[in-house]
C-alpha cells in the first residue's frame, strides 16, 4: 500500500488529533469544577514555575498568540486568578502574578493534572510512556 492509499486510521494527524481530544477532553472535565479550562491551568502552571512573567514570555514559552493570550488572562483576571500590573520599569510590558486564591488551589489542580495524565497513559509500561513523552517532545519540537 502506498502513500495515497494510507487507511486514515493510520495517518498520524489523525491518530495525534484523536489522542488530544481525548487527553484534553478527559482533562477539561475535571477543571469544570474550579471553572478553568485547559489553557487557563497551562498558563498558571507556567506561572507556577516563575510569577511575575510578562505576558509576551508566557505566550512565546507555551505557543499562543498575543490575541489569544490577553482574552485568557483577561479571563483569569476577571476570576481572580491572576492580577496584572505594569513593569515598574517599563510600563509597556504586563507582568501577570498569581493570586492567593491561586497559590492554596495549587496542589489540588495538580493532582488533577497527574491525574488525567495517569489516565490517558494508563494502558502504557514505564517504557512505553517515557518514549511517547520524547517522541512527543520530538514531534513538537
Not at 514505564?126 to 520530538?138: A, H, N
Amino acid at each position: 500500500m502506498n502513500a495515497l492509499e494510507t487507511k486514515y486510521e493510520d495517518c498520524i494527524i489523525f491518530l495525534l488529533a484523536k489522542a488530544y481530544q481525548k487527553a484534553h477532553g478527559n482533562f477539561k472535565k475535571r477543571l469544570i469544577a474550579y471553572g478553568l479550562t485547559p489553557i487557563q491551568h497551562l498558563i498558571l502552571e507556567a506561572l507556577w514555575q516563575e510569577d511575575g512573567q510578562s505576558a509576551g514570555d508566557i505566550g512565546k514559552k507555551l505557543v499562543l498568540d498575543g490575541a489569544t493570550l490577553s482574552g485568557v488572562l483577561d479571563r483569569l483576571a476577571a476570576g481572580d486568578w491572576i492580577i496584572k500590573q505594569p513593569d515598574p520599569d517599563d510600563k509597556r510590558i504586563i507582568r501577570i502574578y498569581l493570586t492567593e486564591k491561586v497559590r492554596g488551589l495549587r496542589p489540588r489542580l495538580s493532582e488533577e493534572r497527574n491525574q488525567a495524565n495517569e489516565e490517558i497513559m494508563r494502558n502504557l509500561s514505564l517504557e512505553e510512556k517515557v518514549l511517547l513523552k520524547r517522541l512527543l517532545r520530538d514531534v513538537a519540537g
